[in-house]
């Protein structure tokens, strides 16, 4: 499992408005990039938190993502 480029996906996603607005559109490419797993890669496009804090991503970084994850790109 690759923990840590999961962890910096959720962390940039939720600091990047941008990064975002990419995930959304086009997550192939904008994910292409990282290490994940085909799991990985789920959790990050479903609208479930819960997945990506099974998968070991902290909880506070999770509740961040989604939140961030929700809000339309307006830039």
């Known amino acids: 499992m690759s923990k840590q480029a999961l962890t910096q996906v959720v962390e940039r996603a939720s600091e990047d408005a941008l990064f975002r607005q990419q995930l ?3 997550p192939e490419n ?3 990039n990282y290490d ?3 799991d990985e890669r789920a959790a990050l ?3 479930d938190p819960k997945r990506l804090s099974d998968l070991g991503v902290d909880a506070r970084i ?3 993502y989604w939140d961030n994850f ?3 790109f307006t830039g």
């Open 45 to 47: 496009l479903s609208n």
């Open 62 to 64: 999770t509740k961040s």
């Open 24 to 26: 959304a559109s086009n």
């Open 30 to 32: 904008t994910l292409a």
């Open 36 to 38: 994940l797993t085909p």
């Open 70 to 72: 929700n809000t339309p």
